[in-house]
């Protein structure tokens, strides 16, 4: 096995997108921000999120068993700050409007797109767990296409090519 540190700074050459996963648990909404976002396939309509489980949301989304994707644009890198610092906790669904779909859990009016998930599997894995979950229903909140990119510690900006 390599060393974590190592495996730490070739992952910061990874280029990924940048994702706000929520869910609700006795009426409290819970979220993090994520890069450890994939699909799983078209039939059924799935999705993964791996998340740390010493991570303030991870017991939440466990024992709701419904998570939100939700894909940030260009213009959100404010609220992926606001969900990665854990000193803002008490203000991350302040300032911007939030819908709950199918299973409630918050989707963000105005994400790229928000993946409404049910949670089918967990699998543990070192130190989080991988989250699977049949989406139950989806929005694409906007035609732009601009992701938040996350790189080398940063969040960033995809340029189109023309």
Same mark, same amino acid.
């Given at each position: 096995?390599?060393?974590?540190? #190592?495996?730490?700074?070739?992952?910061?050459? +990874?280029?990924?997108?940048?994702?706000?996963?929520?869910?609700?648990?006795?009426?409290?909404?819970?979220? #993090?921000?994520?890069?450890? =976002?994939?699909?799983?396939?078209? $039939?059924?309509?799935?999705? #993964?999120?791996?998340?740390?489980?010493?991570?303030?949301?991870?017991?939440? !989304?466990?024992?709701?068993?419904?998570?939100?994707?939700?894909?940030? /644009?260009?213009?959100?890198?404010?609220?992926?700050?606001?969900?990665?610092?854990?000193? +803002?906790?008490?203000?991350?669904?302040?300032?911007? $409007?939030?819908?709950? #779909?199918?299973? /409630?859990?918050?989707?963000?009016? /105005?994400?790229?797109?928000?993946?409404?998930? $049910? !949670?089918?599997?967990?699998?543990?894995?070192?130190?989080?767990?991988?989250?699977?979950?049949?989406?139950?229903?989806? $929005? +694409?909140?906007?035609?732009? !296409?601009?992701?938040? !990119?996350? +790189?080398? /510690?940063?969040?960033?900006?995809?340029?189109?090519? =023309?």
């Amino acid at each position: 096995m390599i060393e974590s540190a #190592l495996f730490k700074s070739g992952m910061r050459r +990874l280029a990924a997108g940048v994702s706000v996963i929520t869910t609700v648990l006795n009426g409290e909404r819970h979220g #993090l921000v994520a890069t450890s =976002v994939c699909s799983v396939s078209a $039939e059924p309509p799935s999705l #993964l999120v791996c998340v740390n489980r010493s991570a303030s949301s991870h017991a939440a !989304i466990h024992a709701a068993g419904f998570f939100c994707v939700n894909l940030l /644009g260009q213009s959100d890198d404010d609220i992926a700050r606001r969900f990665s610092d854990p000193s +803002l906790r008490a203000v991350r669904f302040e300032d911007r $409007e939030w819908a709950p #779909l199918v299973t /409630g859990a918050p989707a963000l009016v /105005g994400a790229l797109a928000s993946f409404d998930c $049910e !949670i089918t599997a967990t699998v543990p894995s070192g130190s989080h767990t991988i989250f699977i979950g049949n989406v139950r229903a989806a $929005e +694409l909140w906007q035609e732009q !296409i601009a992701p938040l !990119i996350y +790189l080398d /510690g940063r969040f960033g900006r995809c340029l189109p090519q =023309v």
